[in-house]
């Protein structure tokens, strides 16, 4: 059974400051995804990983995938106030990849 | 890009009624949606798989006679919680795979349903 573990689960971080969040499954998983989620709303996608190496970059954030450690990455660069949201990420099922496993999400918030 | 919507966007019923949801991609067919539940600060869970014109595949756990799913157009499925009970109040969000059979997927604003 696949399982998705992401930490930490709440991140307070200054603006300006750098942070990563961490992502592992528990499962071989040929694709990964990163979400964000604000307050009542539903989800937005950010990335889409589906090779070992995969790294792609948004404004202040970039994301990774090392499918031999089972890990992706989410970094963030000299956050801002505007990047508070809950981020998750989700790992596509063994055989059905387009099914997918969330992990719990880490809430963000960046303080002043 | 591609639109995902849900209606109602809020629900409010009584113990033991039904409540149908639906989900329409607005500007490409969707052969594939999936319906995902979550409760409040917890991450989401997947209910389904709804395949246009075939039987939904249900998780491990999920009552299918609970849960019906419909997805009798490439534009649309439904899930009608029957006989709600105050348990099944939940956030429920839809998805539906990207256009050309891309690897996004890409949600619904959700339906929160309260049962009293």
């Known amino acids: 059974e696949l399982k998705v573990e992401q930490n930490p689960l709440f991140l307070s971080m200054q603006e300006g400051k750098n942070y990563t969040i961490y992502c592992n499954y528990s499962t071989t998983s040929d694709r990964l995804y990163w979400y964000r989620q604000d307050p009542g709303k539903s989800l937005e996608s950010l990335f889409v990983?589906?090779?070992?190496?995969a790294v792609k970059q948004e404004g202040r954030l970039m994301a990774s995938l090392d499918t031999k450690a089972r890990l992706s990455t989410l970094h963030i660069t000299a956050a801002v106030h505007d990047l508070s949201a809950t981020y998750f990420c989700a790992a596509g099922k063994p055989g059905s990849a387009r099914q997918l496993t969330f992990g719990s999400g880490t809430q963000l918030t960046v303080l002043p | 890009g591609a639109v995902v919507s849900q209606h109602p966007s809020r629900v409010i019923c009584k113990s033991g009624t039904s409540v149908k949801i639906e989900c329409r991609s607005l500007d490409f067919q969707a052969t594939t949606m999936f319906w995902y539940r979550q409760f409040p600060k917890q991450s989401l869970m997947l209910m389904a798989t709804?395949?246009?014109?075939?039987?939904?595949?249900?998780e491990q756990g999920v009552e299918k006679d609970k849960f019906l799913i419909n997805h009798a157009s490439l534009t649309l499925s439904t899930l009608t919680v029957t006989s709600a009970h105050p348990e099944d109040s939940s956030f429920y969000i839809c998805?539906?795979?990207?256009?050309?059979?891309?690897?996004?997927?890409?949600f619904g604003p959700g339906t929160r349903l309260l049962v009293l």
């Open positions: 998805s539906a795979l990207g256009p050309a059979g891309g690897e996004t997927q890409y």
């Open positions: 990983l589906l090779s070992n190496g």
């Open positions: 709804s395949n246009e014109g075939s039987k939904a595949t249900y």
